[in-house]
């Protein structure tokens, strides 16, 4: 029956969302099912039931009078959409996991940059020479040369992929549903990745807590430079995985949007969820850059106070902000 | 073996329906088990062929549709003919004669 159901979706993919059209859909599906139930009834193989009742079903041209429309298939010819095959959305699927994984990395390389001031600092202090935390300094700018040079490189990945944005594009039924499941069999994988980030976050501050009331004031390079730093390195993973976790289900929502609403195909369910529409056009900038305007913030608060030792916070409120955010600026 | 022409049946489709409506109001799928039944397997007419005399009928006012629930909880659409309908049907039977008569001197039959 499922076949049955693809093979009538298909064939309806790009007429236009019409009642009218709904009504046929609606009708010769019921009819179809009515002739396969007694097929398989009559003992009929279920292939050789699915085979009769679709070589039965007729020339969706025959319909176009009652659907208010001249003619279906020139109809469908004229339609000037990019059909993306199924290949091609696996491939960009493992472009976009591949274009977030640098993105992630640079962000986590962000996060880690104020780790060397602060030890190299604390060194500094410790044996009473100020020129090592220069050092400290000059790794600091490596550290967010390296990863704006990630940043680029995951914009570069995606050149290809541009046209998606440009011209109007469109998947079938079946790649729709095949792309809907996978997404729901990649949740589980999402949300241990995201729950492992939120505890590493969570305990990044258990290291300086723990060794300050161990040793006291007595180790200085420990407890003010190598244990803050922990911060930075457990804040930075775990905000990694919490970028990373989600990485695919961008790319499947984004697949899942490209069909025109205005069409059958674009009124399929889970396309319906995550078709997103702004408030506004600032809205949608914001979000569209929404990492790289929290990059912009973070390293402007950061240059202008030098309390490296709390503007990270920016990237896990960043975190929790953006849904919020989103359902804000979100067309309801 | 020789299938029918779906070209010549077309004119005809309406009548076929109709005729099976005569009886009692009808959906879908039983119209055209009924048409295949009467035909002899001789006439298996489409879905899309049935949903566009449907629509087309009920336009001109030769049928009437409302839905009800089968026994299996099935919402299904029924059609009713309508006194138009059947004044249609009638008009179309003499047509038919007419048209079987003069076509019959133009065959040359092997009986």
Known sequence: METIKNYLETMFANLPNTLEVKKAKDELYSMMEDKFTELIGEGKPENEAIAIV????????????????????????????????????????????????????????????????????????????????????????????????????????????????????????????????????????????????????????????????????????????????LIFIGAGIGVFFIMFSGAKDAAFDKLLSLNDTTTVAGNYEPVKKVKKEYVSRAAEILMKDYWKTVLAIYLILSFTSFNWGSTWLIWPIAGILRKPLTEIFLKK | MIEISSDVIRGYNDTIILFILLDEPSYGYDISKKIRALSEDKYIIKETTLYSAFTRMEKNGYVESYSQSAENGKKRTYYKITELGKKYYEEKCQEWHLTKEVVEHFIRGEQ
């Open chain 1, 54 to 229: 679709i070589s039965e079903f007729g020339n969706l041209d025959e319909i176009s009078e009652s659907l208010g429309i001249n003619n279906v298939v020139s109809e469908m010819e004229t339609t000037d959409r990019r059909l993306i095959s199924q290949n091609e959305c696996d491939n960009y699927i493992a472009d976009s996991a591949r274009r977030r994984f640098f993105n992630s990395l640079g962000i986590l390389l962000c996060i880690f940059s104020p780790i060397g001031p602060i030890i190299f600092g604390s060194i500094g202090n410790a044996v009473g020479i100020d020129a090592i935390e220069l050092i400290g300094v000059i790794l600091l700018f490596i550290c967010i040369a390296a990863g704006i040079s990630l940043f680029m490189i995951a914009s570069f990945l995606m050149r290809d992929w541009k046209f998606l944005d440009k011209e109007l594009c469109t998947i079938s039924y079946s790649t729709a549903e095949y792309l809907a499941r996978e997404k729901e069999d990649s949740q589980s994988y999402k949300l241990v990745l995201r729950t492992l980030g939120i505890v590493l976050c969570s305990i990044s501050f258990l290291p300086v807590i723990i060794l300050d009331t161990i040793l006291g004031s007595s180790f200085s390079i420990i407890t003010e430079g190598f244990a803050p730093a």
